[in-house]
């Protein structure tokens, strides 16, 4: 199981940006999975964005594209989802995950199997 810590949650206005960071370690397949989730209070915990082993954002909630991005930088292990145009309704724990490629990358959170601690963002009006 892969090691997921999250970090860069935190508190902004409406219209702000932040960056979360999600490290990973302790990696026993060459080819993952990895996607960011998010859950608010009394929801269901859903798909932001998913990218794959390529490299290759395959998913995007409708809720966010054009304003978040996800991308990696493998040479350190390192899982990133930029966020602009920050609203209140994105308000959530949001989380990292990941799973052994197995030939595709799903968007649905019971697809992976290694999930981070979570990390706060809150975005006020």
């Known amino acids: 199981q892969v090691r997921l810590v999250e970090s860069g949650g935190g508190s902004v206005q409406a219209g702000g940006s932040l960056r979360l960071s999600c490290a990973a370690s302790g990696y026993s397949y060459s080819k993952y999975c990895m996607g960011w989730f998010r859950q608010a209070p009394g929801k269901e915990r859903e798909g932001v964005a998913v990218i794959n082993n390529f490299g290759v954002p395959t998913y995007y909630a409708d809720s966010v594209k054009a304003r978040f991005t996800i991308s990696q930088d493998n040479a350190k292990n390192t899982l990133y989802l930029q966020m602009n145009s920050l609203k209140p309704e994105d308000t959530a724990m949001y989380y990292c995950?990941?799973?052994?490629?197995?030939?595709?990358?799903?968007?649905?959170?019971?697809?992976?199997?290694?999930w981070g601690q979570g990390t706060q963002v809150t975005v006020s009006s």
């Open positions: 995950a990941a799973r052994s490629w197995v030939g595709t990358c799903a968007w649905y959170s019971k697809f992976y199997n290694s």
